[in-house]
């Protein structure tokens, strides 16, 4: 399975700060915001990543994550000129997706649980149609929202509507077999000339291959695309680390977890962090028997 992280857009609910650089590339608490996405692909064990974003950006993700190969990736760079949609990414990424299957994550998305893992890997096997996450909020008309019937299966997908039909708004993850390139290519704008993810969803569901994990309670999904938002995603990051004394999005961690990269990749890779808390955490995990990993 392929996986693309959307990290396009200016970040105008970001402005000022965004005039300098990408949205993307900005703090949650101790870490760029892009390794919080990233995670989530190679917690599922995707390891071919293309990463699409405005092209004067590009430059800049490859300062920070270069090919991916020393975490055991293989990541490239696509431009999305303007903002067209989140659909136009399986247009840009059709010869990188190929014949196979891709995974889409949103760049300013974080997701957290104890069994974060459990849940993705999966999904990393998933071949035949789409898989997406519906999540609980308080305000679901800012979302696409999952309609059920009286069974609890789904009917509808419904974009940012004036009465929800339910609380579970569809979150920035999806997996998706490879049709959806052909799907998203006869898709039409939608009245703000977007090609819309909620109506890729839409053709699988209508296909009876749209499947909903629900995200159960306890599992946190935040976004971060305004000023409090990223705000309230740094205290949530630091609050977690700090009780429990683990790294939320630690990449170095994930690739030696998932067994990307060696243990002495992972000494290698703490030393180039030495003289920070992230570094000190890195190498406490580099060290044999440590309790982190077991």
């Given at each position: 399975?392929k996986?693309?992280?959307?990290?396009?857009?200016?970040?105008?609910?970001?402005?000022?700060?965004?005039?300098?650089?990408?949205?993307?590339?900005?703090?949650?608490?101790?870490?760029?915001?892009?390794?919080?996405?990233?995670?989530?692909?190679?917690?599922?064990?995707?390891?071919?990543?293309?990463?699409?974003?405005?092209?004067?950006?590009?430059?800049?993700?490859?300062?920070?994550?270069?090919?991916g190969?020393?975490?055991?990736?293989?990541?490239?760079?696509?431009?999305?000129?303007?903002?067209?949609?989140?659909?136009?990414?399986?247009?840009?990424a059709?010869?990188?997706?190929?014949?196979?299957?891709?995974?889409?994550?949103?760049?300013?998305?974080?997701?957290?649980?104890?069994?974060?893992?459990?849940?993705?890997a999966?999904?990393?096997k998933?071949?035949?149609?789409?898989?997406?996450f519906?999540?609980?909020?308080?305000?679901?008309?800012?979302?696409?929202?999952?309609?059920?019937?009286?069974?609890?299966?789904?009917?509808?997908?419904?974009?940012?509507?004036?009465?929800?039909?339910?609380?579970?708004?569809?979150?920035?993850?999806?997996?998706?077999?490879a049709?959806?390139?052909?799907?998203?290519?006869?898709?039409?704008?939608?009245?703000?000339?977007?090609?819309?993810?909620?109506d890729?969803?839409?053709?699988?569901?209508?296909?009876?291959?749209?499947?909903?994990?629900?995200?159960?309670?306890?599992?946190?999904?935040?976004?971060?695309?305004?000023?409090?938002?990223?705000?309230?995603?740094?205290?949530?990051?630091?609050?977690?680390?700090?009780?429990?004394?683990i790294?939320i999005?630690?990449?170095?961690?994930?690739?030696?977890?998932?067994?990307f990269?060696?243990?002495?990749?992972?000494?290698?890779?703490?030393?180039?962090?030495?003289?920070?808390a992230?570094?000190?955490?890195?190498?406490?995990?580099?060290?044999?028997?440590?309790?982190?990993?077991?």
């Open positions: 399975m996986g693309i992280i959307l990290a396009g857009g200016t970040g105008s609910r970001l402005f000022p700060v965004t005039f300098a650089t990408c949205k993307q590339l900005l703090p949650i608490y101790d870490k760029p915001m892009i390794y919080f996405p990233l995670a989530v692909l190679m917690q599922a064990y995707i390891r071919e990543i293309l990463i699409i974003c405005l092209p004067k950006d590009i430059p800049r993700f490859q300062d920070l994550l270069a090919d190969s020393h975490l055991g990736l293989n990541i490239t760079y696509a431009a999305q000129p303007e903002a067209n949609g989140i659909a136009e990414s399986f247009i840009i059709e010869n990188f997706i190929g014949s196979d299957p891709v995974a889409l994550v949103l760049g300013d998305n974080l997701f957290y649980g104890h069994n974060i893992e459990e849940i993705l999966p999904c990393q998933h071949t035949d149609g789409a898989i997406v519906g999540y609980h909020v308080q305000d679901p008309e800012r979302y696409g929202v999952v309609a059920f019937d009286e069974k609890r299966n789904v009917t509808n997908i419904v974009e940012k509507p004036l009465k929800a039909p339910s609380s579970y708004a569809v979150t920035g993850l999806y997996f998706y077999d049709n959806v390139v052909d799907i998203a290519k006869q898709l039409k704008p939608s009245p703000r000339g977007e090609l819309e993810i909620t890729v969803n839409k053709v699988y569901l209508a296909q009876n291959k749209l499947k909903v994990i629900l995200l159960e309670k306890g599992f946190a999904w935040l976004d971060s695309g305004t000023h409090a938002a990223l705000s309230q995603a740094s205290t949530y990051v630091q609050t977690i680390q700090e009780r429990q004394g790294q999005a630690c990449v170095e961690e994930i690739a030696y977890k998932q067994g990269i060696d243990h002495s990749k992972l000494q290698a890779l703490a030393g180039l962090h030495a003289s920070s992230y570094g000190a955490y890195l190498q406490s995990i580099a060290t044999p028997c440590n309790p982190v990993l077991n």
